[in-house]
């Protein structure tokens, strides 16, 4: 596996980890301060991989929609995601990582667009799939952030 991808399904591994004893009212949970919640923060994790990767590159997506459009940039919690769709997402959340890797290998990202919406909001340049697997592990900590600190509010309140 690319050395890269492993690190972010480790890292996508320890996400959950930190998270797991959470249940889905918890995870739904909006706190005073913020317009989102972990289980969004999680889908998003999981849209934004499928955007910058496959829409990108001019590749269908390799998820349903459902796990896609409601977690995309500029978008926030609009129901409660039940049990069985947390677990969905969890699941998504790592296994997109070998697809990933199977279609990397596969040299499905050939037609890759430069993200000009990225460079603009980060500084950051990304111009091919290396460049996408380099930046999401960028944005999957970012994310992380926000999880974490979503997660010690809830633990405190």
């Keep these: 596996m690319n050395p890269k991808l492993e690190h972010l399904k480790k890292f996508r591994n320890f996400l959950l980890n930190e998270i797991k004893e959470l249940n889905a009212e918890q995870l739904n949970k909006i706190p005073a301060g913020f317009n989102n919640n972990i289980i969004w923060n999680l889908g998003h994790l999981v849209s934004a991989t499928q955007a910058i990767y496959y829409r990108r590159a001019g590749v269908q997506i ?20 039940n049990t069985e769709e947390i677990e969905q997402i969890k699941e998504l959340l790592i296994n997109n990582i070998d697809t990933l890797q ?56």
């Design 62 to 81: 390799a998820i349903k929609d459902k796990y896609f459009t409601p977690f995309l940039t500029n978008t926030k919690p609009e129901y409660f995601i």
């Design 102 to 157: 199977t279609d990397y290998n596969n040299k499905r990202f050939g037609n890759y667009t430069k993200s000009e919406n990225i460079e603009r909001v980060y500084g950051i340049a990304v111009l091919n799939i290396d460049d996408a697997i380099d930046f999401i592990q960028y944005h999957d900590g970012y994310h992380s952030g926000y999880i974490l600190a979503l997660k010690h509010l809830l633990k405190n309140n």
